[in-house]
């Protein structure tokens, strides 16, 4: 069984499908996610695909603060997903809530909704930041057991 | 017992083939579009994570139906390489796409329930225009038997060219691309989310694509049949059939059912309706 | 408990042996369901009247699989002397009684039309018809084989399925006075007027029975008497006695070719003879009144306000294949005429329109009618093509359908009576609330679309024998597409739900349930053994290699059936494998963009109130709604009658 | 029982944000369309009570990540005017500049996005490729790549010297030539106007009454465009609003993609007559006591800031009026009697940000 | 330095916004300055040509008129205000009862102050 643990270990790491979901963000991290999925920074070329559906996303990108009505939301999605998964927390406000964390409708970080697995800082986090935590998140699965065949 | 292995060979040549195009589908679509693209075996980790992830349905029916559009495809597909009878094949692969919509519409998802309607406009469209081609595979050669198009001894695209363009057409749609991708497209940025896909989740999506894989080498198959004079045609025809799909699908944006249901069929049908009127005449 | 007086009488007849056995099953399937008729009507004890119906439709039942042709050529002729005047005497009543109510619904046509077809009957019965008619009286052969097993077997099925139907029927309704015992005789009745139709051989009883089951007919679709089932009872019973008129016609016609009344001996005479054309395309005509084949489709549409009983026995199973068995009867009369292109022409629009216009409809019903509609128009473009592959292509396709669509039919009423409509709408997720009779359904409308199940099989070799015609095969393909359209979204939308826990079958009378099972295993049994059926069905002579390997090979193609069944098993298999490991898991909510509530089927909508997600199918009425196209497509129809009729005289 | 409801949103793959939109729908027609809000909302105009006036600059470059620089601009443009402030000339062309560059990533943006919302994703890849240059500009000059943090009370914060002045022209000359080559598939595709042309149309009435701003306004024949007020160097420039009659989907894009080559020619206008000079003049004290509407013209249209200060550090009130808060009415007007499959075109054809409206 | 603004009270608001519609001015948007239990003060924003024109409204107690009937775009604003200050705008068409951005009724109006502007310090 030694083998096919490996191939679905390595198909895991070869095959990140995103859900990038915007999470009451200021729209800087999310053309920035977004951006990543365009020629110049090509994460295709991981094998990403942004599939907009929880369903048959792998791994959870959420730009933006959590605030009272999109946490329910994010918990939604969050367990729409089927396993194994991993959460990516990007820009100031996924940490922890960022310059909004003060604001009246602002709860802060994804992790007070979900487990995270890579926080990826930056206000907003540059492309380059995000796709190396894309990168960090895949070695996640390495952890995650093995379902299920 | 050889019958029994030779067609697990074909099959898992149809599944390389069908997955290498898929890749190649993958990466040709990343250079026009100035990108660099995922490697060509890309299709086959994401069919195996699939497979490996987290069952999840919300209809028993889900888990049925991916297995009967599989076994659907793969049995149009030894039909044809056992030199079928192309109605046959016909109805087989049609009964794939039929389990695929009823566990699109088995899930209470609107998404995929509208997604299950529209999956139906576009069998009615695909599927009259390849009965049509039976036809008239079966006025050239005499016989609804595949192995009639490599005994007539000279390519069917002379005597089929405007059944040929409306073939072209059912093929598009087959493979899910622009103009006519109106459910369910791989980079599913569209308002139907993933259209028939939806619900499906791990591997029962990962049987689908696999079905998908088949289908597609099913299509080209039965595109070799336009030049079944010797192997160079039968390979160079589809080949190109294929890649003329992927250059419409970026130069173009995608039209909705109606337009589809409209125009584009409505010109395919009376094009082969012609066609095949001109070579009985 | 009493003996029954049906009982006792197969005692009786099984009792006589040797050759006069067939006769006394003759007389089982034709004489018995009249007296159990009787019997319904005259002893109103419910129990006992669901114990003659269950006696009949097993007696029935056996009867039509004991009997076997051919048959000696004197078979019931000794008693030609007695059937003769009773069923002429018969007929007057008949017609008698059709005047009398086209006076009491003061409805003119049907009172013209019935004046006419008397005196018609009478100038043929008294001054044209010899008296001496030395031919057999009966005919059994695969055509009326096929059929009458289907009236018996499906019938039967059908007849048992009502007597609970029925029950809860009244109870809905509520009448003062309880109206099964008229509805039982008269399904009875009909059931022996359908055995008479398709086994006799003399065309005047035929024109007999053939009037029969015209007023069982209007009968049982004004069994409600509400204002809507008398108009449409009314509609059904004129446009069947225009059909009658255009059959004595015909009949006339015919007998002033060859001074002959019997079919398969006409069939053969009157083949190659031009004269012979033009009664036999009223023939035709007449034939199409019956089964209700565009421009007359109004009465079968009408007729689906009658209880579902009657619509899954008269209006889909039966008695509108009695149209298509005429025109089978006759086939080789015209074959390869301008005629039999017509009717082939007529037929295949007939199945195009028909089914484009079932697309438009949300009452499952009427979806099933217009269905039938567009199925018999198949058998009657079989044919017209009249090759003896096209004719046993048709056989099979009556045999299918009459076991798919009625079966259908009792799913539609089982469920109709739990939600109390029709509409495709509110039958949405019949699955999750009903499981048996939802997944029946969706079992009988996959026998109807995928194979390698029957009706495919049967498609396949029109299919087959249709490729040399190019309009035929056009519409063809064109209607075989949309009748996989209409199906696959009535069964999806049958199957839609969010349940993910094990399904429990709701519970339902016995005598319900055994019609629903019985007639969904014999769907998949008759398909498995469809090969064999074929090789029977094909007229002697012809030489065909059906079945070697299960493979079914014609001359242009062939269909590997027993390879698909080996599939398709293998397939149920690894599906009840795979669906158990998948409920098993966890369980999930449908994607709702991430705003699910609680509830599978609920979404947080705007002011934070739940809404539910639905969805209604797509109908689009501009392009297949009945209202708007009707009138169009009666008359594109009315012109295919036309050119068939202008075939018949150009010849 | 009315047709079909579907949820559209909070999460979409069409929209990447949070608006969710009840749609009703028959045969695939929609019958009406209900917006729901609050999955971006912040309430950061409330932390005006907490941070004060300068530390604000940093927060409303957060309304919205795409228009940033033009939020900053528009609230310290009001603050000058309320403490009666002259920012330098030098400080005013600069802050053209990035406005314009703002405008150029903005609107490559949308028509990628609108390309995509038709499904015709080599188009979006190839609109993002030459948008990168920009982002590529951006970083360069201020820094950053999405929020630029220029703008100061009195000025801009940082200088562009010649060098980069050449390059950010030949850069645009790139850009220009970048997009020019796509303007025959944008403006005279068949499959595009197919899906663009006559969808969502507004005509200049309804425009007007139902309070439309920027592009929406002027693809409905309205001339209006604040720029024209003449705030920062825009008064020293030359251009004329870029305006459209028809009023659907395919107009507003002829505009944005008119207001691309205006952009580039803007920014060369403004390169060319940059005077020398101090970035920003030296800023003392509080705002006094006092209220002022200040306007912009963001890539979305009319930006209004409301700003009430009482003489402390600390504003009585702070209101921002984006522009996509402005055009949602519009949005419900539009989306009943179109195709299911034009929900996206039409919803994109506003150029929605939900940041800004819900802020 | 304030913003040059007619000031109106409730009953006369309708008819002055009816007369900037019939001026062909564009509606612009409502500022809510303030709002506590005395009442509020409103600013209606109108723009015709690129100049505005504003209406000041001084409220007493929560309760103003809607301008749905007049200007059907400034559902939005009113019910964004009816969210943050409390108030409430009879006539408001489609009326989110605050749930526009917030929860619902029973979350504090985050804008409105406990007393009055003036007394704040």
Redesign the interface.
Same mark, same amino acid.
Do not use: M, Y
């Given at each position: 069984m030694g083998l096919i643990d490996k191939?679905?270990s390595?198909?895991?790491r070869?095959?990140p499908?995103l859900?990038?979901?915007?999470?009451?963000?200021?729209?800087?991290?999310?053309?920035?996610?977004?951006?990543c999925l365009?020629?110049?920074y090509?994460v295709?070329?991981?094998?990403v695909? =942004?599939?907009?559906?929880?369903?048959?996303a792998?791994i959870l990108l959420v730009t933006?603060?959590v =605030?009272?009505? =999109?946490r329910?939301?994010?918990a939604?999605?969050y367990e729409?997903m089927?396993?194994?998964k991993v959460v990516v927390a990007i820009g100031a406000c996924g940490l922890s809530g960022?310059?909004?964390r003060?604001?009246? =409708?602002?709860v802060g970080g994804v992790d007070k909704v979900i487990p995270v697995d890579v926080y990826v800082p930056g206000?907003?986090a540059?492309p380059e930041a995000i796709i190396d935590g894309v990168v960090l998140a895949l070695e996640k699965f390495r952890g995650k057991a093995?379902?299920?065949? | 017992m050889q019958t029994t292995a030779l067609a697990l060979a074909v099959l898992g040549a149809a599944l390389l083939l069908g997955g290498l195009l898929s890749g190649l589908d993958r990466r040709l679509t990343a250079r026009l579009q100035s990108r660099q693209g995922p490697p060509f075996t890309q299709p086959f980790f994401d069919v195996i994570k699939l497979l490996a992830k987290e069952r999840m349905v919300t209809n028993p029916w889900q888990a049925f139906s991916p297995l009967a559009t599989l076994s659907a495809a793969a049995c149009a597909l030894l039909l044809f390489a056992w030199q079928g009878d192309l109605l046959v094949i016909l109805f087989v692969h049609m009964a794939g796409g039929v389990f695929l919509v009823l566990g699109a519409m088995a899930s209470p998802s609107p998404y995929s329930q509208i997604a299950g309607q529209r999956e139906l406009w576009q069998m009615l469209c695909c599927e009259t225009l390849l009965f049509v081609m039976a036809g008239a595979l079966y006025l050239t050669t005499g016989s609804f038997r595949v192995s009639g198009a490599a005994a007539l001894g000279e390519p069917l695209l002379y005597r089929l060219p405007l059944l040929f363009a409306a073939f072209l057409l059912a093929l598009t749609v087959k493979m899910r691309k622009s103009p006519f991708d109106l459910a369910g497209c791989h980079h599913a940025h569209q308002e139907l989310v993933r259209g028939v896909f939806t619900e499906y989740v791990g591997p029962h999506l990962g049987l689908l694509e696999i079905a998908h894989w088949l289908e597609v080498v099913l299509y080209l198959a039965i595109c070799s049949l336009f030049w079944a004079t010797g192997p160079w045609g039968m390979i160079l025809l589809p080949l190109t059939a294929f890649l003329a799909v992927i250059v419409l699908d970026n130069v173009s944006a995608r039209l909705t059912w109606r337009w589809m249901l409209g125009w584009g069929w409505g010109a395919a049908f009376v094009l082969s309706a012609v066609n095949l009127f001109w070579l009985k005449g | 408990m009493t003996i029954q007086p049906g009982l006792t009488g197969s005692i009786f007849f099984l009792s006589i042996t040797g050759s006069s056995m067939t006769e006394a099953i003759l007389v089982v399937l034709i004489i018995v369901p009249f007296f159990a008729a009787l019997a319904c009507l005259l002893i109103r004890s419910t129990a006992c009247r669901a114990c003659i119906v269950i006696a009949t439709a097993a007696m029935l039942a056996v009867s039509s699989l004991l009997l076997q042709g051919p048959l000696a050529p004197d078979a019931g002729l000794r008693w030609a002397g007695l059937i003769d005047p009773l069923i002429t005497g018969c007929d007057f009543l008949l017609l008698a009684v059709m005047f009398y109510l086209g006076c009491r619904y003061r409805h003119p046509l049907i009172v013209l039309l019935t004046a006419g077809q008397l005196g018609l009957f009478v100038r043929l019965e008294f001054f044209v018809f010899a008296k001496d008619r030395g031919h057999a009286l009966f005919q059994v052969d695969v055509l009326s084989l096929t059929l009458v097993r289907v009236v018996c077997l499906v019938g039967g099925l059908i007849c048992l399925h009502a007597i609970p139907y029925m029950q809860a029927h009244e109870q809905h309704q509520n009448p003062a006075r309880s109206r099964q015992p008229q509805f039982f005789a008269l399904l009875l009745l009909f059931l022996g007027a359908m055995n008479g139709l398709v086994l006799t051989n003399h065309l005047a009883h035929f024109y007999f029975f053939f009037e029969l089951t015209t007023l069982c007919s209007f009968l049982l679709i004004g069994h409600d008497r509400s204002k809507e089932a008398m108009d449409n009872a009314l509609t059904a019973l004129w446009m069947n006695g225009l059909g009658g008129l255009l059959l004595l016609f015909a009949i006339q016609g015919l007998y002033g070719q060859s001074a002959m009344l019997d079919m398969t001996g006409l069939a053969a005479a009157t083949a190659g003879n031009q004269a012979a054309l033009l009664p036999l395309s009223l023939l035709l005509l007449a034939a199409f009144t019956k089964s209700a084949q565009l421009p007359w489709q109004r009465w079968l549409l009408g007729a689906m306000v009658a209880p579902t009983p009657t619509s899954a026995l008269l209006h889909s199973s039966t008695m509108v294949k009695a149209g298509v068995y005429l025109a089978l009867r006759f086939a080789p009369a015209f074959a390869h005429t301008l005629l039999a292109q017509g009717l082939m022409l007529a037929g295949g629009f007939t199945f195009l329109a028909a089914a484009a216009l079932a697309i438009g409809q949300r009452n499952a019903k009427k979806v099933l009618a217009y269905s039938t509609i567009s199925n018999l128009g198949l058998i009657f473009a079989c044919a017209g093509i009249g090759t003896p592959a096209a004719v046993a292509a048709a056989m099979l396709l009556i045999l299918f359908h009459a076991v798919s669509k009625g079966l259908l039919f009792l799913c539609v009423g089982t469920a109709e009576q739990q939600v109390h409509s029709r509409d495709i709408e509110v039958l949405r997720g019949l699955c999750a609330r009903m499981p048996l009779t939802g997944m029946i359904a969706v079992l009988a409308v996959l026998t109807l679309i995928v194979p390698p199940f029957g009706m495919l099989l049967g498609k396949w070799l029109v299919f087959e024998a249709g490729a040399d015609h190019l309009v035929f095969y056009l519409m063809l393909v064109l209607g075989s597409s949309f009748t996989l359209l209409y199906w696959v979204r009535l069964a999806g939308t049958l199957l839609a739900s969010g349940q993910v826990e094990g399904f429990k079958p709701e519970r339902q009378p016995l005598l319900s349930r055994f019609p629903l099972v019985a007639l969904a295993c014999g769907a998949v049994v008759l398909a498995l053994g469809a090969p064999i059926l074929y090789g029977r069905l094909l007229p002697g002579g012809q030489t065909w290699s059906a079945g070697r390997g299960g493979v079914l090979t014609t001359a242009v193609g062939s269909f590997p059936l027993d390879v698909l069944f080996a599939v398709a098993a293998l397939l149920g298999l690894l599906a009840l494998f795979g669906v158990s490991r998948a409920m098993a898991g966890r369980k999930a909510f449908p994607y709702l963009a991430g705003a699910n509530t609680r509830l599978p089927d609920h979404f947080v909508g705007p002011m934070n109130r739940p809404v539910r997600a639905m969805v209604e199918n797509s109908y689009l009425a501009p392009f297949f709604g009945e209202e708007r196209w009707t009138l169009w497509v009666n008359l594109a129809a009315a012109g295919f009658l036309l050119v068939m009729l202008g075939g018949a005289l150009w010849q | 029982m009315a047709g079909t409801i579907l949820p559209f949103g909070p999460q979409h793959p069409v929209l990447p944000e949070p608006l969710h939109l009840n749609l009703q729908i028959e045969d695939e027609i929609v019958v009406s369309a209900t917006p729901a809000f609050g999955y971006v909302h912040r309430g950061l105009e409330k932390l005006a009570d907490i941070r004060d006036f300068r530390q604000m600059i940093q927060v409303v470059e957060r309304v919205c990540g795409i228009c940033s620089m033009i939020h900053a601009l528009t609230y310290c443009q009001g603050l000058e005017e309320l403490m009666g402030i002259e920012p330098t000339p030098r400080a005013r062309f600069l802050r053209v500049i990035w406005s314009e560059l703002h405008r150029l990533h903005s609107h490559l943006l949308w028509l990628g996005l609108f390309a995509d919302a038709m499904g015709f994703e080599s188009l979006f890849m190839q609109l993002w490729k030459v948008r990168e240059r920009i982002m590529d500009i951006n970083e360069a000059t201020a820094g950053n790549r999405v929020i630029l943090s220029v703008n100061v009370i009195g000025g801009v914060r940082r200088d562009l010297d010649s060098g980069q002045t050449a390059w950010i022209l030949s850069e645009l000359a790139e850009v220009e030539k970048g997009f020019s080559a796509m303007s025959r598939t944008i403006l005279h595709d068949y499959t595009v106007q197919k899906r663009t042309r006559g969808k969502g149309a507004l005509s200049r009435s309804q425009a007007m009454e139902l309070g439309c701003v920027g592009p929406m306004l002027r693809a409905s024949g309205v001339s209006q465009d604040m720029r024209l007020l003449g705030y920062a160097a825009y008064g020293e420039l030359e251009f004329a609003p870029v305006v459209e009659q028809d009023g659907d989907c395919y107009a507003r894009c002829r505009v944005r993609f008119a207001e691309l080559g205006q952009s580039i020619g803007l920014i060369r206008q403004a390169i060319a007559k940059l005077p020398a000079g101090d970035t920003s003049v030296p800023v003392k004290g509080r705002p006094p006591a006092g209220e002022v509407v200040a306007r912009a013209e963001q890539p979305r249209g009319e930006c209004l800031y409301y700003i009430k200060a009482n003489g402390g550090k600390f504003l009585d009130r702070l209101r921002i009026r984006t522009p996509t808060f402005a055009n949602i009415p519009a949005l419900t007007v539009m989306l009943p009697g179109i195709e299911l499959a034009d929900v996206p075109v039409v919803l994109l054809s506003i150029d929605p940000c939900i940041s800004c409206t819900e802020r | 330095m304030t913003i040059e603004a007619d000031r109106i009270d409730s009953v006369e608001l309708c008819r002055a916004v009816a007369a900037f519609k019939a001026k062909g001015c564009r509606f612009v948007t409502i500022t809510c300055v303030g709002a506590d239990q005395r009442g509020a003060e409103l600013l209606y924003h109108f723009d015709r040509e690129l100049a505005l024109s504003h209406l000041r409204l001084t409220v007493a107690g929560d309760e103003v008129p809607s301008i749905c009937g007049i200007y059907s775009a400034a559902f939005l604003v009113e019910n964004e205000i009816q969210d943050q200050f409390g108030l409430r705008f009879n006539g408001l068409v489609p009326d989110y009862r605050r749930t526009l951005f917030l929860a619902g009724e029973d979350s504090l109006p985050p804008f409105r102050r406990k007393s009055g502007p003036d007394q704040e310090e």
């Open positions: 191939l679905i390595t198909a895991r070869s095959s499908w859900l990038h979901f915007d999470c009451g963000s200021c729209n800087g991290c999310d053309i920035e996610t977004l951006a365009t020629p110049v090509d295709e070329r991981f094998g695909v =942004n599939v907009g559906n929880p369903k048959h792998d933006g603060t =605030n009272l009505r =999109n329910e939301v994010l939604v999605l729409q089927p396993e194994p960022g310059i909004f003060e604001a009246p =409708n602002v206000c907003p540059r093995l379902a299920v065949l | - | - | - | -």
